[in-house]
């Protein structure tokens, strides 16, 4: 009975709203319609939009940075050991070492700061997106051959001195300094002295002189002063003797061939700022290398100033700020800057499903036991940037979803308006046994049927819409959005949610009309007849 009483009070509300009788209803109802599908239009551009760039950051981080990052307290030798036991776990795609540090990279006069990147060639292509993000070149050379992981700084010194006394040591730098044997970044050994130094006189005291050898005076060798005519006349020949113009040591260093030396792979902005194309030398500068050692308490022997290197692709990542500062070259190149032996930054893991990076973070730190040991996942590391893209579609989601409020109250005005022009008509029906939930449905079928249209018109232009500006590629300023167009995303997720919200706000708006119908008195209805 009840469900013959809905049928009918549905039936009876579709064709009120269709009826030809009442035209300046049908005219109010049209805005009504236009009202809810322009603000649903707009609702779903914008949740497709800020879904585009939410889709478009992620993916874009995610090419450049690992899902899960092992780090440690101090320097960070046994990453190999890491490494395979990352690559033991089933969720784990891939996993390498990495080192990232500031410095500069120079062609000629033109400079640059940026971060370099040290990486495995081998172990990379598993965790990053750079081989599909490479526009000229390729990732062939990074590894120059033969190159190997270099030594502490400890372990180097004891090898070059060979175990000798230091005192033997420095004098042998200072004969070999003297003779003009050292070259370039080479230290001697004792073993370079030449042979015919005499051997350190003897000054024990002879064997039986017992105590009285401590009270006999010490006899210091004789020293012949020159007479000034003498310097003068020994400095006049030097003079003579001496080329005209001395060699410096870039002249002295030999020349390395471009085809020999290490690769490193740049941003396609970056290599637009510094004018260099893949096949020119690059020079890799540590941003401290203009000041003394001895003033910040570092600079070994073995750590270069600079390094020459070879541009052996570009790559466009998408990112502005990748593209524009990040530089990829051979991890072992990389460490012999930083002059701390075979030690990395940490190692990035990719996943094979990236929503279950923070469990198996969480997991891999209690594996490796902690301590020194902490491990960080991709929302972590970027939770600022993301939860301010979360915010951001929420409150635009919420303001763009008012025009579909304002849209309501045509609704609302356009029931109560087909409310007090069938008011005859609502008399009769209860007059004849109408209950009054079914003329609540009479009234909630029109509303609905109106928001439903409006839904409906709406979806299909919004959907038009995000088609158009996906197509084109709206362009926008990187330095700004960081990307260089605007991402559209329009996907099930975003027309259910739209459709969601405006049909429960045409609901609510029905509600108090249809009510009011309902609750009306028969007798008011016929009064003025």
């Known amino acids: 009975m009840l469900r013959r009483g809905v049928r009918y009070a549905l039936g009876i509300g579709f064709r009120y709203l269709l009826s030809k009788k009442t035209k300046s209803v049908s005219v109010i109802t049209s805005i009504a319609v236009s009202g809810v599908a322009l603000g649903v239009a707009a609702l779903l551009a914008v949740m497709s939009i800020t879904a585009g760039f939410q889709d478009e950051f992620r993916d874009k981080v995610l090419g450049v940075n690992a899902h899960v990052l092992v780090m440690k307290y101090g320097d960070f030798e046994e990453y190999r050991d890491v490494v395979a036991r990352a690559r033991e776990m089933p969720e784990v795609e891939g996993a390498g070492p990495f080192l990232i540090q500031p410095m500069m990279l120079a062609n000629g ?50 090898a070059e001195r060979g175990g000798e006394d230091l005192d033997a040591y420095l004098r042998a730098v200072d004969r070999a300094w003297r003779a003009g044997q050292i070259e370039q970044g080479a230290e001697p050994s004792p073993r370079d002295a030449p042979a015919d130094e005499p ?19 010490i006899v210091l060798p004789t020293v012949t002063v020159p007479t000034p005519e003498q310097a003068e006349a020994a400095l006049s020949g030097l003079d003579d003797e001496a080329p005209d113009t001395a060699p410096s040591l870039e002249d002295q260093a030999p020349v390395v061939p471009t085809s020999a030396l290490p690769g490193v792979v740049v941003g396609r902005t970056l290599a637009a700022e510094l004018d260099v194309e893949v096949g020119d030398r690059v020079r890799l500068v540590p941003p401290l290398a203009g000041f003394s050692s001895s003033l910040f308490g570092s600079g070994s022997p073995g750590t270069p100033r600079s390094r020459e290197l070879r541009v052996i692709g570009i790559f466009e990542a998408g990112f502005d700020e990748y593209d524009t500062e990040l530089v990829y070259a051979d991890l072992y190149e990389a460490e012999q800057f930083f002059d701390h032996g075979d030690a990395v930054d940490g190692v990035e893991i990719r996943l094979r499903d990236p929503e279950q990076a923070p469990l198996i973070a969480r997991r891999l730190e209690q594996e490796l036991g902690g301590g020194a040991y902490h491990t960080m996942d991709w929302e972590e590391l970027n939770h600022n940037l993301f939860t301010a893209l979360e915010i951001q579609k929420i409150m635009l989601s919420l303001v763009i979803a008012s025009i579909v409020f304002v849209a309501a109250f045509t609704v609302i005005a356009t029931l109560i308006m087909i409310v007090l022009e069938r008011k005859r008509e609502i008399a009769i029906l209860k007059a004849m046994g109408a209950a009054d939930s079914h003329v609540l449905f009479v009234f909630l079928a029109q509303g609905m049927a109106i928001g439903l249209a409006g839904t409906i018109i709406g979806l299909l232009l919004g959907g038009g819409v995000c088609l158009y500006l996906d197509h084109i ?57």
Do not use: N
Request: charged share 25%.
């Open 109 to 158: 006069d033109r400079i640059s700061g940026v971060l370099l990147k040290g990486v495995d060639p081998e172990l990379m292509p598993t965790v990053l997106d750079l081989p599909e993000q490479m526009v000229e070149g390729s990732l062939e050379g990074l590894r120059a051959e033969g190159a190997s992981p270099p030594v502490r700084p400890e372990e180097r010194e004891r």
């Open 199 to 217: 051997e350190p006189r003897d000054t024990s005291p002879p064997e039986g002189a017992g105590a009285e050898a401590d009270d006999a005076p």
């Open 473 to 529: 590629r709206f362009p926008l300023d990187p330095h700004v959005y960081l990307i260089d167009h605007l991402p559209v995303r329009l996907s099930g997720a975003e027309v259910s949610w739209t459709m969601l919200i405006a049909v429960l706000i045409c609901l609510v708006a029905t509600l108090v009309p249809s009510w009011w119908a309902a609750r009306l008195v028969p007798a008011d209805g016929v009064r003025q007849e």
